[in-house]
């Protein structure tokens, strides 16, 4: 990622501050850059200049709990290369001042001797901690949940509640939302600060608790966590295992996070582009190849039904040259229309705002639209039919329009919902997979009907 | 938008209690619905049973703080279609309930005369702040930011400062995040309930609030707004005028709502459709067909120049007709290819991670990996060139094939840059766009390569 100017600036002085080994600059400069800020100048040192030692001198000048927030910023690769250059000791007690989700993220990428050795210094408590946490399956609510919530036991007083989120302040992720707790560890309500402090003082939590809380399960994908966050516009949501008791939460900011992750995925994923571990701009080459080919080359092959149907079409080609000129725009419009309709009905059910049980209602209107379409892009075309080929060709061309537009568009439709219905993420209906199965379809719609028109005449 | 099963059972129970006038099941009922689940039922009573009595008598049975938080739930077009059917009095009094943000979203909706009246009928106060939000431009931090926020004045101490919390809790959008004020209503520093609860109570303000807030002017892009919450996991970000004055803040939800809708539009954009107003299950058909046509036509027309293209070659199709066989797979891969590059780039651009001085840089890149992928699907398809038509056809497919991807590639990756540069939404780099200018440059490198080998030969 490219710094910003003003970032670029920062990072100059920084760099400047080290060569010459001057404290004093560093010690005014290092608490104004804020966190995000200053992860994304050491990233550019770590990634792009290969500067590791200057990246660990500049850590060192921070205070511990510093350290561990801006090290939480950084991107797996640099974590653990960061994590690699520093000792046992201090690694353990910059993993102590991280969250506990950023800890357990950290830790899953160490190797595994490292993991047995920090383990075996970690106390009891801390390790059961780390180790369930880094347990947690890659995208599920537990592998983005962190257990520094604010638990209060079922039974105290406002005012008690109160002195314990005091207690608690210092380590947890948040301390707006409360949970209570009750003999078993189960989740028996939830309550808010601000429900809290405009309370009596005498009053009981459990009278004043939200019995009715919105939680996720400990194994909830974790788009359907950020979707809940988003829909009921939380704070945090609870997380519970399978006995009901709570595990942790996850707050407003990582599912954000994961929103954004998301819409990245199924955004590449609707031009046919694997998953990318990083940004476009940091990912190495050779993946970024990878992730590319693989569609690109079955692509290819798909398209060879295209070519097929040109085949078995030759004779009426070779009879009417004027037909080819046509050929592009035809299945250029079918896989247009089409890709339009597949990216509306994709989105659609990835926000929630379509399911399976619309398809029929959607199916008419998609009917009405794409007819309308293809009306609207038979008559653009018609006129330059007659010029081209004479009014013969601009009817075939324009029958054939008005045909493949609304089969592109229905073709377009269906995907997203078949794919759904036999597992398969709908964003796979990529435009250039339903471009390329329009286009050999195209082909057979346009040469019949010229066929059908042309010798009939 | 389909209704959960759940949901669809609720509005039974709902539908059965109005008939039969059921206030006690209403009263067992209508609490236990959360604002977003009751405003999703309400949604689809008004718009597709078109029952709109159903929806007031179900309004008129929740006391008045709720009405006014379920009405912000709703989409505008129902909301003026129950403002409409409430007598003055009672709208007035559901406005003066709502947050300041949906209170100035629903009120520019209704029309002129409507608007006088109410404003003729409110306090001062009151009339200024409306009138003074539902002025911001669509789209600014302006239109998005309520001014429900907690301020204290500069120079109050810590329990000065608890009190003022706990007396506006109430009304405020959010109690966590505080914001300092001096005397001439400038921002002065901010300080979270955290921080203030951990404190000693005689502390001053100004001695723990944070100097260096960050915030945004009232005529910042919303989007950009979006990304400062989500980039610094802020609660809420304030907004401040051109005197530096605090004029409101906007809340994380907000933001995460926003940063949805901008993906949405993104993804809608790269499919070349127009941004619609409302999920795609409820948009008019009418609005969908016109969202969609323009750039279908346009497209049409850019279609011709493949068309053209194939015109001006006709003596070299017509010697070799099986160069026609390839046509759809080599133009096809191109524009595969070039769409791949192009989202990447548009939403490396979307999510900060790809800055306009990364061009040079992400091209170079951009030449290795394309010129991979163009050499390995021409390895793919020479076979096929050899059984369909010999060496020769097999060669210039092959050379057609890594020219095409190449450019293709290059051009996909360009032209996010170049839209930005001029001043345009990279996301307009659409898919569509880059596949038509391809298809017509793809037809005249084929045709080129082919009349220059089978000529030579």
């Given at each position: 990622m490219a710094l910003s100017e003003q970032l670029q600036e920062h990072k100059k002085t920084l760099l400047l501050a080290i060569e010459k080994d001057d404290r004093e600059l560093l010690d005014q400069w290092l608490p104004e850059l804020r966190a995000a800020d200053f992860s994304e100048i050491l990233e550019e040192m770590a990634e792009d200049d290969g500067d590791l030692p200057t990246v660990m001198k500049l850590l060192d000048c921070l205070p511990l709990e510093r350290r561990a927030n801006v090290l939480g910023y950084l991107t797996g690769e640099v974590q653990v290369d960061i994590a690699e250059a520093m000792s046992?000791?201090?690694?353990?007690?910059?993993?102590?001042?991280?969250?506990?989700?950023?800890?357990?993220?950290?830790?899953?990428?160490?190797?595994?001797?490292?993991?047995?050795?920090?383990?075996?210094?970690?106390?009891?408590?801390?390790?059961?901690?780390?180790?369930?946490?880094?347990?947690?399956?890659?995208?599920?609510?537990?592998?983005?949940?962190?257990?520094?919530?604010?638990?209060?036991?079922?039974?105290?007083?406002?005012?008690?509640?109160?002195?314990?989120?005091?207690?608690?302040?210092?380590?947890?992720?948040?301390?707006?939302?409360?949970?209570?707790?009750?003999?078993?560890?189960?989740?028996?309500?939830?309550?808010?600060?601000?429900?809290?402090?405009?309370?009596?003082?005498?009053?009981?939590?459990?009278?004043?608790?939200?019995?009715?809380?919105?939680?996720?399960?400990?194994?909830?994908?974790?788009?359907?966590?950020?979707?809940?966050?988003?829909?009921?516009?939380?704070?945090?949501?609870?997380?519970?295992?399978?006995?009901?008791?709570?595990?942790?939460?996850?707050?407003?900011?990582?599912?954000?996070?994961?929103?954004?992750e998301e819409a990245t995925e199924d955004f590449h994923k609707g031009m046919s582009i694997g998953q990318l571990e990083d940004g476009v701009s940091r990912v190495p080459i050779w993946s970024l190849y990878r992730k590319r080919v693989t569609w690109l080359v079955l692509l290819v092959f798909a398209n060879l039904f295209s070519g097929a149907g040109i085949a078995y079409f030759e004779d009426t080609i070779a009879a009417q040259v004027a037909l080819v000129f046509f050929l592009p725009l035809l299945i250029g419009s079918g896989g247009n229309a089409g890709a339009q309709a597949a990216t509306l009905m994709v989105r659609g059910m990835a926000t929630g705002d379509v399911g399976v049980k619309d398809w029929g209602k959607l199916l008419g209107r998609e009917l009405l639209v794409a007819g309308a379409l293809g009306l609207t892009m038979a008559l653009a075309v018609a006129p330059i039919g007659v010029m081209r080929g004479g009014e013969a060709v601009a009817m075939v061309v324009a029958m054939s329009m008005v045909t493949i537009v609304l089969f592109g568009s229905l073709l377009g439709m269906c995907l997203p919902f078949v794919l759904n219905r036999v597992g398969w993420d709908p964003a796979t209906a990529s435009a250039p997979l339903v471009t390329t199965v329009i286009d050999a379809c195209g082909v057979v719609i346009y040469f019949t009907i010229a066929t059908a028109i042309l010798t009939g005449l």
């Open positions: 046992d000791e201090l690694l353990l007690s910059v993993l102590e001042e991280m969250g506990s989700d950023e800890r357990a993220d950290l830790f899953n990428l160490l190797d595994e001797d490292r993991k047995e050795v920090l383990l075996r210094r970690m106390a009891r408590q801390e390790r059961e901690d780390l180790k369930r946490l880094a347990s947690y399956e890659e995208g599920t609510a537990g592998s983005i949940m962190t257990s520094d919530y604010v638990a209060i036991p079922s039974g105290m007083t406002v005012s008690q509640a109160m002195m314990r989120v005091r207690q608690t302040a210092p380590d947890a992720e948040t301390v707006y939302q409360l949970y209570i707790i009750d003999r078993d560890g189960k989740l028996a309500g939830t309550l808010s600060l601000r429900q809290l402090m405009v309370a009596r003082p005498g009053a009981q939590v459990d009278d004043l608790m939200i019995k009715d809380v919105i939680s996720v399960p400990v194994d909830e994908a974790q788009e359907e966590v950020a979707r809940l966050v988003a829909r009921y516009d939380m704070l945090a949501v609870p997380v519970i295992d399978h006995d009901e008791r709570l595990v942790g939460i996850v707050t407003h900011d990582d599912a954000m996070d994961v929103a954004e």
